[in-house]
């Protein structure tokens, strides 16, 4: 019995050290996550402003001159 305690608690220890490794990747990856989302942000922003000045600021409905 004592022995059958012994290997519990040790498997146990190795659980709780692997959810707390786990718990640090989760959280760390959270982070990047949320750093990319507005770097992804920033560049959808800065791609529609350079369509913007490559349509020269015309509206899409409105036709160019050479039509």
Request: charged share 35%.
């Amino acid at each position: 019995m004592e022995d059958r305690l012994t290997k519990m608690e040790v498997k146990i220890s190795y659980m709780e050290e692997t959810i707390t490794t786990l718990d640090s990747v989760v959280t760390e990856q959270a982070q990047e996550l949320t750093a990319l989302k507005a770097r992804l942000s920033q560049i959808e922003k800065r791609m529609a402003e350079m369509v913007e000045e490559a349509h020269g600021g015309l509206p899409e409905s409105e036709r160019p001159p050479h039509y």
